[in-house]
């Protein structure tokens, strides 16, 4: 086992979470974590490109001219793809890109995504917070005292509800349950907050 540091409101140290080792300090498998972020990549893909095809393009009905005589390739209508105008070939069409890889990899995805913030020292673990902030200054000022600069995704199940209304307003800080984070929301985001409750949660969906 393994501990990490869990901190108070001031920003101290109060405590050891344990962790196990065998999932937090060893390589991280960044082969894994690469095919995970390209499924979450595909996912967000619109998909909504179209083109028309000749059939789809109006008009074209008459032939343009004859058939023989004129030294040029026959021709049937102006809306083919050969003219200005006419339809494409082979032209993108609404598709859908979402594809899922099997549940295990997704589930080991997370913990090497976990892996990778622990050994940058980007994963902070802080006590339940069951005192509510009054204002998001306040809130801002106590992510300062953590030493949290850039995007910091919160992890911060057992705290008081009324983190959500002081935090939402904050641009580089986003807030998640442990219950739906992956390991695309982890990877995109600079630090990771999380709470003990949180960390249990996790640790949980891991093993």
């Known amino acids: 086992m393994t501990a990490l540091a869990v901190l108070n409101k001031q920003g101290k140290e109060i405590g050891k979470a344990e962790v196990p080792k065998d999932l937090f300090g060893e390589r991280v498998n960044t082969r894994m974590l690469h095919q995970t972020v390209l499924m979450y990549h595909a996912a967000q893909r619109q998909g909504t490109a179209s083109t028309k095809e000749r059939a789809?393009?109006?008009?074209?009905?008459?032939?343009?001219?004859r058939q023989k005589g004129t030294g040029r390739a026959r021709v049937g209508s102006t809306?083919?793809?050969?003219?200005h105008g006419g339809g494409v070939t082979f032209g993108p069409h609404p598709r859908e890109f979402r594809y899922t890889l099997p549940r295990k990899i997704r589930q080991a995805a997370l913990r090497e995504s976990l892996n990778a913030k622990y050994q940058a020292q980007a994963l902070v673990c802080i006590e339940d917070l069951k005192e509510s902030f009054a204002k998001t200054r306040?809130?801002?000022?106590?992510?300062?005292?953590?030493?949290?600069?850039?995007?910091?995704l919160g992890l911060l199940d057992g705290c008081d509800a009324g983190i959500l209304r002081v935090s939402r307003n904050?641009?580089?800080?986003?807030?998640?349950?442990?219950?739906?984070v992956n390991a695309f929301d982890i990877l995109r985001h600079q630090n990771v907050l999380l709470t003990k409750t949180a960390l249990d949660i996790l640790l949980k969906r891991i093993k």
């Open 170 to 180: 904050l641009a580089r800080f986003e807030l998640k349950p442990a219950q739906e």
């Open 56 to 65: 789809d393009v109006s008009g074209g009905g008459i032939k343009p001219y």
């Open 138 to 152: 306040e809130f801002a000022q106590f992510l300062k005292k953590l030493d949290l600069t850039g995007k910091t």
């Open 79 to 83: 809306r083919s793809p050969l003219f």
